[in-house]
């Protein structure tokens, strides 16, 4: 990943509001091709906001979105449906179609291609639930039969069902236990060095921060305080980013970084 | 694109999961793959595909090989289908899952209807524990809101029943009897049952949707912890509202029902309120008591399925929906079988 990567993500000026409450107020972030970008922030400061903003569910009242180098705001129609094939989404809780089972979840975005075959169709969605760490028995079962763990895997490989070149992840490992949380870490990590994605990562996991993210962005104050690696970040001198990096559980994390680091090298 | 260069299929440009409809299908024996552009693991699932079937993939890049792998390591291999059953044992085995869910529905009904009158037992003889204000409550969701509708709805029941009546009985210049056809039909019949259905499909429906949804938020298991008793505090005062307020919904209905057809008779054959009274008082008591003893069976039953149906909710909304538009269904044509068994044991007993 050279550092003059081309943006697939460039947000500028972005201003959001709910009535006279105002969320963002001149926000600018980019995400390069390949990386992955952890957005932290504390809670209220519209990290989901963003988001969704971004993937065209929230409307801003000023500024531009650009994904692709194509203003989203500005397109309509298939231009904005070949824009949206080229990201996925998965939401907090997997957002699973509740009246369908894994597989069909995942063949629902895939349906939308055409000409494809009933068992070409089949045989992909069980390779990207596969490909999610779902076992193959999960293909069958309906959502409310997953645990919550399985059902963001399961929301991942629906995302991942078009081969898309962004991923929009959702808090993915909140409400995990630990051991599920590195899971899907590595996992995160694995498909994006497989699928050269570019992942949009809001999270308020410091342990996925540390083992994924090659860059994070802090939001505070209505916009991107500041953007950086890890190492960047624990310099920032700002009492909230100061706080949220050299807290005790930042120390933790820090720890079992190292630890991991360690193991593997 | 692919095209068929001597023997060989040959692949160039893109092969992502928008170009995989345009391969040809079946098994080619050679692949050229050194012309490809853009490979995504659709693609590379169908290469994949191609090798496992036998065939050679010649001139893969670098970069396409190394997806070719991580595509292939992640591969699920299937589990083996379990074989089939032979289609009668499947028939026997899909009867016997039928017969067996019904009993346990009624099996659980039972179970219901037990921890019910055992809450009830209990809050006699604790009165302490019974909770008043929940039972007032209920009384005022049950009862005096459903009082509009069901009043609206039995006057004009009185109102047709008198007016189609009355073209039948003229013809036989029986126009008089037409009372005695109201207030069998409305005080015995259609009183009582049309209430208990409105009822049932008002406060059914609310007992599945308030108890589920306090399932599906764990709110019972809450309680629980905290030492209440779901039965005292949930079912209790919502059946007993039900037992207290339809009777009372039923003896609405009545006086409705009659006060319409009486108007109806009065505008139609010039039957005087007065008339329609006098005939009215040799006949109406007997009924209108046949009528009403039921009301507090319709009540129980309906409480009880709805609550049931409430307690089986679990944890996704679909389930919420569905327990709801069953608990409906059932209260009503469990209200219906009940009134239908009434009629056969009055007429056996001679009433």
Redesign the interface.
Known sequence: MSSEAENVIEVRGLRTQFGSHVVHDGLDLDVKRGEILGVVGGSGTGKSVLLRSIVGLLKPAAGTIRVFGQDVGALSGPAREAVERRWGVMFQDGALF??LTVRENVEVP?RA?????DQ?RQ??A??????AGL???ANAKF??DLSGGMRKRAGLARA?A??PEIVFLDEPTAGLDPIGATAFDRLIV?LRD??NLSVFLVTHDLDTLHACCDRIAVLAEKKVLTTGTMSQMLQVDHPWVHEYFHGPRARAAQVTDRAADRDEG | MAEQRDGALVLTGDL???T???LPGGRAGRIDAAGLGRL???GA?FLI?QREAGAEIAGLSERHS??LD??AR??????PAPAPLPGWRRLLEDVGRRVVSGLIFFRELAEYLGRFIAALLRAIRHPADFRLTSLVHHCQETGLRAVPIVAIMSFLIGVVLAFQGSTQLRQFGAEVFVVDLIAISVLRELGILLTAIIVAGRTASALTASIGSMKMREEIDAMRTLGMDPDMVLILPRVLALIVTLPILGLVSDVTGLLGGAIMSWIELGISPSMFLARLGDIAVGHAVVGLVKAPVFALIIGVIGCHAGMKV??????LGSMTSTAVVNAIFAVIIADALFSIFFSVVGL
């Open positions: 509740s009246s895939l291609v055409p000409g494809l075959g070409q045989g992909l069980e390779l990207k639930v596969a490909m076992p193959w028995n959502p409310s991942l078009l081969d694995s497989a699928l | 992502v999961v928008w995989l409809a345009q995504d693991t659709a699932w595909g190394q997806l991580s595509v992640a591969m699920a291999s299937p589990d679990g944890k996704d909304a679909e389930s």
